[in-house]
């Protein structure tokens, strides 16, 4: 029997957190980039859960965004000041102070972020030469990843809840934003985990199940061995 969905979060209706999430204003738009990866493997992802956290934001899926009219439109409004979050010597750091109100000289600040893989964000930047045009920011000295269903390629390297906490965090700390609800954005994140953890559990324990009563005869051959895949309970595709 089909399970009954949330189509805001993307969970069954019975383990829906759309009541739980109050969406948090800010002065600075939030523009989440997904690539499709993300949404068809794991919909309930940091990402998703980011943008009903955020009241000012808007989330696009794709890779390349140089025709996407709603990005492009963004981008070209000229009460925009958009920027890129992407670490790098270019970049501006916030943490640091490196970004003042006057640079925005009015206009509001759009902060792009581009959510996937770390394998994959390489090549959405590079299909979007918009993108690599604008001005990039970034933050230093976060705190570790808070992920434990998921190793990170590097201690750097963060989700995108994880993300946007820290990037709030520093725009708070120098002015350019108020962030209200520092808790909200972790709370959701440990249960995001918390669930995945819960569903990774029946799911093996559904495997043993079945994989009992499928058992061959005693002596044939291979009894009693299982199969690596299922206790293999977080698989590689857990997104950020």
């Known amino acids: 029997m089909s399970r009954v969905m949330c189509y805001r979060c993307y969970l069954p209706a ?11 204003p800010t002065r600075t738009k939030f523009v989440i980039l997904m690539h499709p990866d993300e949404h068809k493997r794991v919909r309930a992802n940091t990402g998703r859960l980011t943008h009903l956290c955020l009241a000012d934001s808007e989330l696009h899926l794709g890779i390349g965004f140089d025709e996407h009219e709603k990005v492009q439109a963004l981008i070209d409004d000229p009460t925009n000041y958009p920027v890129l979050l992407y670490p790098g010597r270019e970049s501006r750091d916030l943490s640091k102070g490196e970004l003042h109100a006057a640079d925005f000289a009015g206009r509001r600040l759009v902060v792009f972020l581009l959510d996937a893989t770390w394998r994959k964000v390489r090549p959405m930047l590079r299909m979007s030469l918009t993108l690599q045009r604008l001005p990039r920011i970034m933050f230093s000295n976060a705190a570790p990843s ?59 324990l559904s495997g043993d199940r079945r994989s009992a009563r499928r058992s061959p005869a005693p002596g044939a051959v291979g009894a009693g061995t299982e199969d690596p895949k299922r206790r293999k309970i977080f698989p590689s595709t857990v997104s950020g």
């Open 146 to 204: 808070r992920y434990v269903i998921k190793k990170q390629p590097e201690p750097g390297c963060l989700s995108t809840l994880e993300a946007t906490h820290e990037l709030l965090v520093a725009l708070d700390r120098s002015g350019l934003d108020a962030y209200a609800q520092p808790e909200q954005l972790l709370r959701l994140f440990q249960r995001m985990q918390d669930y995945q953890i819960h569903r990774a559990a029946e799911n093996a």
């Open 14 to 24: 019975s383990n829906c957190w759309c009541g739980a999430i109050t969406p948090m």
